[in-house]
């Protein structure tokens, strides 16, 4: 038995945020539906795609999920969406979407069908307006100080993070509101701003205080790691490692393998300051990194991270994703998290399950991408108990679809 | 009734996955212990800080905990906190460390204590050797795609994206488990690992797949968005947009907000591509950016603003933090996110609660960060049923710390 196994979700959404929340829950075991119109969801193409035009994105973020396939512009097939999310089923009843809950995705419509409904809409605004992540990540501060001091034109992330950090509150809003309903009986409408995700954090931080309290508007310290020490170097074989001395622990174990005790403890007395102090690192962050340069410099990485791990240091190597895929043996099938998983568009491909291991559970198998409509069929005789005559009507009206089109 | 009325969490963790994940339950109205040593965690003295040294950083990921102080280098401190981690009531016995779960914080030995008890341990690799978010980051390609085209530095991200994502799911995680043990009874002890979170999530976008199967290694792209059309454009008052058309949708109110049609059909003219494939923009960036950057320079952001958001084409305005927190509507009291919370070491300062909404469920107010030990009387007395008398012998024998000291 998964640690999920019976719950039933079913998503109309689209791009990262609500297709993350539920292939998450797939991948501890839910079965999960999502539904798109006939032609695909607005994130059916989104690059990166294969030669042949399939989506790696959308093959990724659907993986062990169902597709249905329905044409959404017709009331009988909105009917068809309706009845789906509002089946029959203790475990059942949970919807996602990150689609307007308007017309036929309105909640009071869909509690006529289902009264305790659970039914999480990410917003972009928490007003309805939209956002998206990198429209979102634009206002909240971050793009301003990431990347090399002086500079003062904005780096964007590359990661989507807060679409990432949005579809997992939304699981954990979902599954926070299933044992809710559980207990109470009550179904719920659970609304979600992208915009509010960034503004949380930003107060979680300590970022809104820092400005509020102390009056300071956060500086651009390029790679280093703010509050404490940390920065990446350069070896003799043109690698880069990034050091983290957060905790003194780490500290300690940094300046021990590097063999700098001597010139730290100097260096501390000509700037009256003490490197156990977290924040005395920080200040005095260009005169470490200046010690520690050159002995990077005559190392390759192979001999630091040698060095490092015989004291236990906390570094790690910069690569690029070939490099992480085709060198780090995390990203391998050495790492239980990953299957070799074939996909009948794609081909063979290393595949995540989830990162929680649940050690008294069964394991769910990293999933695969659907073939759009593939589970139409299935869903549909399955869930709504449709006869064959009733589906071939639907098939034939062009209200459903399945894989082969 | 709150959403989590009634769960209670333990904690014995520091810096952000574990102590996020707590706070993100305790903002949905769980109750959650967070032990610390006396002289606080590891995490305690993090900064950000006040003049005075208080973490406002610290202050922000334990908002709204119950704060209880303990010696536990002393077995009997060591056994007190293990009393609370495993008190009883079906509601409880539910933990969270990101400390090595070995001697007194070993599974099996609570497990002794409490059968069913939930444990979610965060790990920074698998194996159990340390990684922090930094040190996973630089291993998993993004900070070589960050920041200007050309470089050959990385850029290192400055939000913790890592750590957040692997808090929310360790608490997606637990709730998964405690519905797990409501139904089957079952306890159990959850595995995350910090640098499993990000594998999984570079498997998730298509990214492993995009070496293996396109074999292409990401190249850097600035500030585009990948595989459609977004960019920022600096204005006439020197700030800058972010402009994003992933969908076709948003490319359609791009194009018609700013004027540039006819433009944009010739352009798809010269280079035989079209732009309503999300892809075709992609590859087109860097003429359709030439075509829009006039249009920004000849205007100020909030002309600029107005002729977008009269077509309600998708954009935000580059914030600094100090930005945000002083001109953003949407990082004020005009947003039900946050409320003006009072801290004793601190001061006023806007305090986000929850980013989710449970339409049916009472809010939970934004909590205020704890004084280390504030609640070990409270705790001690309330959990553990212990008498004044035993209470006094510890604090005697300066086995427990109250706020005072």
New interface residues.
């Given amino acids: 038995?998964t640690?999920?196994s019976g719950l039933r979700i079913t998503e109309c959404a689209a791009?990262i945020a609500g297709p993350?929340a539920t292939?998450?829950?797939a991948a501890?075991g839910a079965e999960v539906i999502r539904i798109d119109p006939l032609e695909g969801g607005?994130d059916y193409?989104?690059?990166?795609?294969?030669?042949g035009g399939t989506?790696?994105?959308?093959?990724?973020?659907n993986?062990g999920k169902k597709s249905v396939a329905v044409d959404l512009r017709a009331p009988e097939g909105r009917e068809l969406a309706q009845a789906l999310i509002t089946a029959r089923g203790e475990d059942a009843g949970i919807f996602i979407t990150n689609f307007p809950a308007t017309g036929w995705l309105d909640f009071e419509k869909l509690k006529d069908l289902r009264s305790d409904l659970l039914m999480a809409n990410i917003l972009g605004?928490?007003d309805g307006?939209?956002?998206?992540d990198?429209?979102?990540?634009?206002?909240?501060?971050?793009?301003?100080?990431?990347?090399?001091p002086g500079e003062t034109?904005?780096?964007?992330?590359?990661?989507?993070?807060w679409d990432?950090?949005c579809g997992?509150?939304?699981?954990?809003?979902l599954?926070?509101?299933?044992?809710?309903r559980?207990k109470?009986g009550?179904?719920?409408?659970?609304?979600?701003?992208l915009?509010?995700?960034a503004?949380?954090?930003?107060?979680?931080?300590?970022?809104?205080?820092?400005?509020?309290?102390?009056g300071?508007?956060?500086a651009r310290?390029?790679?280093h790691?703010?509050?404490?020490f940390?920065h990446?170097f350069e070896t003799a074989d043109n690698r880069?490692?990034?050091?983290?001395a957060?905790?003194?622990g780490?500290w300690k174990t940094l300046v021990k393998a590097t063999g700098i005790a001597e010139s730290i403890s100097q260096l501390e007395q000509s700037t009256s300051l003490d490197f156990t102090?977290?924040?005395d690192r920080?200040t005095a962050r260009e005169p470490i990194a200046a010690l520690l340069k050159p002995w990077f410099a005559a190392r390759t990485a192979a001999q630091a991270a040698a060095a490092l791990d015989s004291e236990?240091a906390?570094?790690?190597?910069?690569?690029?994703?070939?490099?992480?895929?085709?060198e780090?043996p995390?990203?391998s099938l050495a790492?239980?998290?990953?299957a070799q998983v074939h996909h009948p568009k794609?081909?063979a491909?290393?595949?995540?399950?989830?990162?929680?291991?649940?050690?008294?559970?069964d394991p769910v198998a990293p999933g695969i991408g659907p073939i759009l409509g593939q589970h139409t069929d299935e869903v549909l005789l399955d869930v709504l108990k449709l006869s064959s005559a009733q589906l071939g009507i639907l098939h034939d009206k062009r209200i459903v679809a399945g894989a082969e089109r």
Same sequence: chains 1, 2.
């Fill in positions: 038995m640690i999920l791009f993350f292939m998450s829950l501890l607005l193409h989104r690059w990166p795609v294969t030669a989506s790696l994105y959308w093959a990724g973020l993986k605004n928490r307006s939209t956002a998206l990198y429209t979102v990540n634009c206002a909240v501060g971050f793009p301003l100080v990431t990347g090399t034109a904005p780096t964007n992330h590359v990661l989507p993070a990432l950090l997992m509150t939304a699981a954990t809003g599954l926070a509101a299933e044992r809710h559980r109470h009550a179904g719920q409408l659970l609304k979600i701003a915009s509010d995700i503004l949380a954090v930003v107060g979680d931080l300590g970022l809104i205080a820092e400005v509020q309290i102390n300071e508007d956060r310290h390029g790679n790691i703010f509050g404490a940390g990446d880069r490692i990034m050091v983290a957060v905790s003194l780490q102090r977290e924040g920080f236990k906390c570094w790690g190597l910069y690569q690029s994703f070939a490099q992480l895929v085709n780090d995390r990203c790492n239980p998290l990953f794609i081909g491909t290393l595949t995540p399950g989830s990162p929680i291991d649940f050690t008294s559970c």
